[in-house]
């Protein structure tokens, strides 16, 4: 005869729900407020300028603070899901950008909306570098191929959707939906996060912060863009030159704050050693260079469509989704042809951009004012083609020589470098553009002109970034 023995639990354990794709789903929509919030001001910028007042300076403080806001914080964003644990970040940064989006979307005067861009900015740094871990986190080996063979295409998709999103927005509801999107956005990562997103044990056990560092790295880029967004405004005083010249201090103090850390044991922001390389330090070259050209572009073409064309925002976006689609075309040839050609799609990629440049520069001088939307559709399609064959294999390529125990440094400060390449991006071409075009001071310039400058100067930068493409690594990092 047996007897069963019960034992009373001496504890009630709650057992979290894991549902790997509602979880993806979770990522996507933290990814996709991010997303939307680099592309959408860009169409709305028009119609916030005209509601709000302010100057074109402010206009391009409104993109540049968040990118630069963004850049500042990614460097230290990742470190804080390694401390703190992804999901809790996650959250945080997710929770953070919704409040920041509201502050964007009631914003009563540019200085109000720039502090809140600069907010969001900050927090899409805590949220974002989350995103790539948690994917890790959700899937078996098995099934990672899947969640990432989704996870591209939704990010293509999404950089479609923006520029016409914000369009549709713009026109129906007002600038200020363009942020208030964000909310169910927000909400629904928050609600869904908390049950699906799984909860790890952190994967460093110190709680050292580089502070000091980040407020270093912080004030070397500030000081290197404000005078380059602002100094055309106020006419260059002597102390926007100052500035600039003081960036270059700053960011060697920077340098050798984080090598004397590093010396004394302590965890340092960046891991320097790998810009010994030439194949990163280049590739960081090619990383500023390149997103700085694109995005300035951008925010000219932009505007150029809605102030010197007179082209509403909606068709203005329309326009502009030519880019959007090629990007997507180019990011889905890339990811099939990567493992083939290597270091040679970047090429290819940027022949194509210099071909797009080029086309639009010869379509805007020859038509001038009097130039349709659908024909300056086909050189953006065929920018965008060249563009999106570069996005895919870019960073695995510049680290193909960076040691396995940097790729987490290495790579968050190529992110970082990103951002910063789009604020100067936006502080020197949109500067060209506003200071040659005469839409601030009526007469004194002329549109046309202005964006075929900016273009021109797109183009000399494309040549440079192809000639910094063979300084790079011939293998992306997950071909070695």
């Not at 001001?41 to 007042?53: E, F, M, S, Y």
């Not at 989704?150 to 914000?166: D, H, K, N, R």
């Not at 629904?188 to 050292?208: C, E, H, M, Q, W």
Request: net charge positive.
């Amino acid at each position: 005869m047996t007897t069963a023995v019960l034992e009373r639990p001496t504890a009630t354990v709650k057992i979290q729900v894991v549902r790997p794709w509602l979880g993806l789903s979770v990522v996507l929509s933290a990814i996709l407020m991010n997303l939307l919030d680099s592309t959408v001001v860009n169409v709305a910028a028009p119609a916030i300028l005209r509601d709000l007042g302010g100057t074109f300076a402010s206009l391009q403080w409104i993109s540049a603070g968040y990118t630069l806001a963004l850049a500042v914080g990614l460097l230290t964003g990742g470190r804080l899901g390694d401390m703190f644990g992804r999901k809790r970040m996650l959250m945080f940064g997710a929770a953070g950008f919704t409040v920041a989006s509201l502050l964007c979307a009631i914003a009563w005067s540019p200085e109000s909306l720039i502090v809140a861009r600069v907010a969001q900015g900050l927090f899409a740094a805590v949220m974002v570098p989350q995103c790539f871990g948690m994917i890790r986190d959700l899937f078996s080996p098995q099934d990672m191929a899947k969640a990432f063979g989704i996870f591209g295409p939704s990010i293509g998709l999404a950089t479609i959707l923006g520029p016409i999103v914000a369009g549709l927005l713009t026109e129906a509801a007002g600038w200020r939906s363009i942020f208030l999107i964000n909310l169910p956005l927000g909400l629904f990562t928050l609600i869904a996060g908390n049950r699906y997103l799984p909860r790890r044990k952190p994967v460093s056990d110190s709680k050292s912060l580089d502070v000091l560092g980040m407020l270093l790295a912080g004030a070397g880029m500030f000081l290197l863009v404000f005078p380059l967004v602002q100094g055309r405004e106020i006419g260059w005083p002597a102390w926007t030159l100052v500035m600039l010249g003081a960036s270059v201090p700053a960011l060697a103090l920077f340098t050798w704050y984080q090598i004397s850390r590093k010396a004394e044991g302590k965890v340092p922001l960046v891991q320097l050693t790998m810009f010994a390389k030439r194949s990163y330090s280049s590739g960081v070259l090619f990383v500023i260079v390149f997103f700085g050209a694109i995005v300035g572009f951008s925010l000219a073409v932009g505007v150029f469509l809605q102030m010197g064309l007179g082209y509403s925002a909606m068709k203005a976006s329309l326009t502009m989704a030519g880019w959007a689609v090629g990007a997507f075309i180019g990011s889905a040839v890339s990811a099939m042809t990567m493992a083939k050609q290597g270091r040679r799609i970047l090429h290819n990629g940027l022949a194509f951009m210099a071909l797009g440049t080029a086309i639009f520069l010869l379509v805007v001088v020859t038509a001038g004012t009097s130039v349709s939307g659908w024909l300056l559709s086909l050189p953006l399609l065929v920018y965008g083609f060249g563009m999106g064959q570069i996005f895919v294999p870019l960073f695995d390529i510049i680290m193909g020589d960076v040691e396995d125990h940097e790729v987490g440094s290495a790579s968050s400060s190529l992110e970082a470098l990103q951002q910063l390449g789009a604020s100067l991006g936006v502080a020197v071409l949109g500067t060209v553009f506003f200071g040659a075009s005469g839409l601030e001071h009526s007469g004194s310039g002329n549109p046309v002109d202005a964006v075929a400058l900016v273009t021109v100067i797109a183009l000399v930068l494309t040549l440079v970034t192809f000639g910094l493409g063979f300084l790079l690594p011939k293998k992306a990092r997950a071909a070695h």
